[in-house]
């Protein structure tokens, strides 16, 4: 991380350049270690603040350092201080140099990045499926084993078709982003250091006009994606398209179609709000004339009124999200690119941020938005369709409502029991022959009493896993339970049974999600041949009061629980 490698550097200039270049001095005093000292000191001057530390001491000690047999009084000598003066001015364009490759390796070392060694067959089909000229037929386009998901084929089948290239906004073919261990992550190392495979296989296409959802846990490769997108870092394999123009070899002209809100703040702390929207609007090359108004009006879109002229880095974390946003959103930007834009926000600028968002893409089919969010509300009120991400591919795309069709386990019905009224619970136990407050001590005791009231079957349920876990729990660890709350609980268990009972002809399978007192969850499982969810509150509305239901409601399987499932395989 950039943190690191600012301590690295300090470091490395504190130790080798001020306290080598004082060690080697010393050195030099020695006879013996003269020779030695000549050596290190050269092998030490690649470091620039070595050179000065080094330098700027044997002007201050020149009469006193000797080599050999014999003193050097001339400062331009190149035994002298001309050696640290020619490498000082030799490394300013090394050094140059070396940032200028470094933050072009991915550019220029691209080459040397693939997907695996490739025999003479393989590089011949990764250049046919490279080559757009010779994708014309389905029968030309290979599909991942991996893949399951109907919705992810036919994107993948979209994205690789020539002919449809101009239709989307953006297209992704087949993208790969490998991350490499070692020095500056390149493959030449991958044998010796671990690789990364942040994105795999991505192929997807985003329409005029649309709301695109990328979820995923953190790690899953969403991140990434923006950032090939936005070239900062180049694709491993694979190409992106925006309207139409490949992003590797016309860049400088796609770059003006993109407004990026990053997953950290890029805000510059010092510098007011207004002034942060008038640097980025000058960047983009916004109208002297009309900068003043369109800062405003950013400013306005996102409530930032009052903060016009605070410092940046004042605001609340929200307050730099909204910025973050309305500087994403200069000119109008065709494509939007939002990385967790609600993050820190609080629930009413939450709403008013999908506002605007919703009004970007609604208003005309010129502006598309591609966002990632770990809210599953923001993602259904938002996104006209979406994609969960696992391990930096796609497990399952589409609208929400053919997520949960085809991934959801089925239908959650949570119920209501109508307790014993208390003049019932009162015979019952006066039958028994025992008072109304009696504590039941032990498990057999509260099984001897099932028996009485006949219900002898539901002593396999008093244990720890089981239904009358609650019960059990009390008996064990406080020593007694209430006579009252046995007899109400083989109620909610009758009842329920009874509901059970009348729902599962109708579905595959019910399963008792959770319980507390009164209050059961079922998850039912759905099928092709299952009933709709209208049959099913028709089915308890009118079995209500034979089950003793005193309320109920009836969903499908969120959308967080279908993300939940597939986070489950992240790695």
Same mark, same amino acid.
């Given at each position: 991380?950039?943190?690191?490698?600012?301590?690295?550097?300090?470091?490395?200039?504190?130790?080798?350049?001020?306290?080598?270049?004082?060690?080697?001095?010393?050195?030099?005093?020695?006879?013996?270690?003269?020779?030695?000292?000549?050596?290190?000191?050269?092998?030490?001057?690649?470091?620039?603040?070595?050179?000065?530390?080094?330098?700027?001491?044997?002007?201050?000690?020149?009469?006193?350092?000797?080599?050999?047999?014999?003193?050097?009084?001339?400062?331009?000598?190149?035994?002298?201080?001309?050696?640290?003066?020619?490498?000082?001015?030799?490394?300013?364009?090394?050094?140059?140099?070396?940032?200028?490759?470094?933050?072009?390796?991915?550019?220029?070392?691209?080459?040397?990045?693939?997907?695996?060694?490739?025999?003479?067959?393989?590089?011949?089909?990764?250049?046919?499926?490279?080559?757009?000229?010779?994708?014309?037929?389905?029968?030309?386009?290979?599909?991942?084993?991996?893949?399951?998901?109907?919705?992810?084929?036919?994107?993948?089948?979209?994205?690789?078709?020539?002919?449809?290239?101009?239709?989307?906004?953006?297209?992704?073919?087949?993208?790969?982003?490998?991350?490499?261990?070692?020095?500056?992550?390149?493959?030449?190392?991958?044998?010796?250091? =671990?690789?990364?495979?942040?994105?795999?296989?991505?192929?997807?296409?985003?329409?005029?006009?649309?709301?695109?959802?990328?979820?995923?846990?953190?790690?899953?490769? =969403?991140?990434?994606?923006?950032? @090939?997108?936005?070239?900062?870092?180049?694709?491993?394999?694979?190409?992106?398209?925006?309207?139409?123009?490949?992003?590797?070899?016309?860049?400088?002209?796609?770059?003006?179609?993109?407004?990026?809100?990053?997953?950290?703040?890029?805000?510059?702390?010092?510098?007011?709000?207004?002034?942060?929207?008038?640097?980025?609007?000058?960047?983009?090359?916004?109208?002297?004339?009309?900068?003043?108004?369109?800062? +405003? @009006?950013?400013?306005?879109?996102?409530?930032?009124?009052?903060?016009?002229?605070?410092?940046?880095?004042?605001?609340?974390?929200?307050?730099? +999200?909204?910025?973050?946003?309305?500087?994403?959103?200069?000119?109008?930007?065709?494509?939007?690119?939002?990385?967790?834009?609600?993050?820190?926000?609080?629930?009413?600028?939450?709403?008013?941020?999908?506002?605007?968002?919703?009004?970007?893409?609604?208003?005309?089919?010129?502006?598309?938005?591609?966002?990632?969010?770990?809210?599953?509300?923001?993602?259904?009120?938002?996104? +006209?369709?979406?994609?969960?991400?696992?391990?930096?591919?796609?497990?399952?795309?589409?609208?929400?409502?053919?997520?949960?069709?085809?991934?959801?386990?089925?239908?959650?019905?949570?119920?209501?029991?109508?307790?014993?009224?208390?003049?019932?619970?009162?015979? !019952?136990?006066?039958?028994?022959?025992?008072?109304?407050?009696?504590?039941?001590?032990?498990?057999?005791?509260?099984?001897?009493?099932?028996?009485?009231?006949? +219900?002898?079957?539901?002593?396999?349920?008093?244990?720890?896993?089981?239904?009358?876990?609650?019960?059990?729990?009390?008996?064990?660890?406080?020593?007694?339970?209430?006579?009252?709350?046995?007899?109400?609980?083989?109620?909610?268990?009758?009842?329920?049974?009874?509901?059970?009972?009348?729902?599962?002809?109708?579905?595959?399978?019910?399963?008792?999600?959770?319980?507390?007192?009164?209050?059961?969850?079922? =998850?039912?499982?759905?099928?092709?041949?299952?009933?709709? !969810?209208?049959?099913?509150?028709?089915?308890?509305?009118?079995?209500?009061?034979?089950?003793?239901?005193?309320?109920?409601?009836?969903?499908?399987?969120?959308?967080?629980?279908?993300?939940?499932?597939?986070?489950?395989?992240?790695?």
């Amino acid at each position: 991380s950039e943190d690191k490698g600012q301590t690295f550097i300090l470091l490395i200039n504190l130790l080798v350049g001020t306290l080598g270049g004082t060690a080697i001095l010393i050195m030099r005093l020695n006879d013996d270690l003269v020779k030695k000292a000549r050596v290190m000191a050269y092998i030490f001057r690649i470091i620039p603040s070595f050179c000065f530390s080094y330098g700027y001491n044997l002007l201050l000690n020149e009469e006193n350092l000797e080599y050999g047999d014999y003193y050097f009084y001339d400062i331009l000598d190149i035994e002298y201080v001309l050696s640290d003066f020619i490498f000082l001015a030799g490394e300013s364009f090394f050094y140059l140099f070396l940032l200028i490759l470094f933050e072009n390796s991915d550019k220029l070392f691209r080459f040397c990045y693939t997907t695996s060694k490739p025999n003479k067959k393989s590089k011949e089909k990764i250049e046919k499926n490279n080559n757009e000229n010779n994708i014309n037929n389905l029968s030309d386009i290979s599909i991942p084993d991996n893949v399951n998901d109907t919705y992810v084929k036919n994107e993948i089948i979209k994205s690789k078709k020539s002919n449809e290239k101009e239709k989307y906004a953006m297209k992704i073919q087949s993208l790969i982003k490998t991350f490499y261990g070692g020095p500056f992550g390149f493959k030449i190392f991958s044998l010796c250091f =671990k690789q990364t495979r942040a994105v795999r296989n991505l192929s997807f296409c985003l329409d005029y006009g649309e709301c695109f959802g990328l979820l995923g846990l953190n790690g899953a490769g =969403k991140t990434t994606i923006f950032k @090939a997108i936005t070239e900062e870092h180049a694709p491993t394999h694979g190409s992106i398209y925006v309207n139409g123009l490949n992003i590797m070899k016309n860049f400088d002209e796609v770059k003006l179609m993109f407004g990026y809100c990053p997953q950290f703040d890029a805000i510059f702390p010092y510098m007011t709000v207004k002034e942060n929207l008038e640097f980025y609007s000058k960047i983009k090359g916004v109208d002297p004339d009309k900068l003043s108004e369109i800062i +405003r @009006a950013m400013i306005e879109s996102m409530t930032l009124t009052k903060y016009t002229n605070k410092l940046a880095g004042r605001l609340s974390g929200g307050n730099k +999200r909204k910025l973050s946003v309305a500087i994403s959103m200069i000119c109008n930007p065709p494509i939007v690119l939002l990385d967790e834009p609600s993050t820190g926000m609080d629930p009413e600028a939450r709403r008013f941020m999908w506002a605007v968002i919703h009004k970007l893409t609604s208003k005309s089919n010129n502006n598309s938005v591609i966002m990632t969010t770990h809210s599953m509300d923001e993602a259904e009120t938002l996104c +006209r369709r979406m994609g969960i991400m696992v391990n930096g591919e796609f497990v399952c795309m589409g609208t929400a409502n053919y997520i949960k069709e085809n991934y959801g386990y089925g239908f959650e019905i949570d119920v209501r029991i109508k307790p014993f009224e208390i003049d019932k619970l009162y015979q !019952i136990i006066q039958n028994l022959g025992v008072k109304k407050n009696h504590k039941i001590a032990s498990i057999e005791e509260a099984k001897e009493i099932l028996k009485k009231i006949k +219900r002898p079957k539901y002593c396999e349920y008093l244990n720890n896993e089981s239904i009358g876990k609650k019960i059990y729990n009390e008996i064990i660890q406080s020593g007694n339970t209430s006579i009252q709350t046995l007899i109400n609980w083989t109620r909610y268990v009758t009842c329920s049974m009874r509901m059970i009972g009348i729902v599962l002809p109708h579905f595959d399978e019910i399963i008792l999600s959770e319980f507390i007192e009164n209050n059961f969850l079922f =998850k039912i499982k759905k099928s092709k041949n299952s009933k709709t !969810i209208g049959f099913l509150f028709s089915l308890l509305e009118g079995q209500k009061e034979s089950c003793e239901i005193t309320e109920y409601s009836i969903q499908q399987t969120s959308l967080e629980q279908i993300f939940n499932k597939f986070a489950e395989n992240q790695g």
